[in-house]
Structure formats: structure tokens, C-alpha cells
């Protein structure tokens, strides 16, 4: 899967991005809007982890939703 399927179905993730990763609130995930880098860095700055850790994470979340179509 690619990252743009994840941007083209932002807005029926949002609520599994935050049930993943709690500590976003909504505006982070507005702010996000889809943007790979953004999402990892905030997740970073929230979790105090790794850039390779949440790369991880982020990979295995994109996977999840390798069968959704914008």
C-alpha cells in the first residue's frame, strides 16, 4: 500500500489514528491532514520514541489499511 491511499481515506482513519495513538487530540489530527512526516514527528514529540520505532508503528498502522479504497 501506499502512503496516498492513507491521505485519500484521511477522514475514515481519524478516529483509529487516535484510538492507536490516544494522546493525539483532533487538531493533530487536522494539522496532519494525511501528511506521513507530520504524523511521525508528532507521535515522536507525544510518545518520546524513536523516529525508527514509530516508522515501525506508522508501517505496520498502513498496513492495517492496505484493503481501504479512496
Known amino acids: 500500500m501506499n502512503w496516498n491511499q492513507i491521505e485519500g481515506n484521511w477522514r475514515q482513519i481519524e478516529g483509529a489514528l487516535r484510538e492507536r495513538w490516544g494522546r493525539l487530540t483532533d487538531d493533530d489530527v487536522k494539522v496532519i491532514a494525511g501528511r506521513r512526516d507530520q504524523l511521525i514527528g508528532k507521535i515522536q514529540e507525544l510518545y518520546g520514541k524513536t523516529r ?11 498496513r492495517r489499511f492496505a484493503g481501504m479504497s479512496p
Not at 53 to 61: G, I, R, T, W
Request: charged content about 45%.
Open 52 to 62: 525508527e520505532e514509530v516508522e515501525q508503528q506508522v508501517d505496520n498502522f498502513e
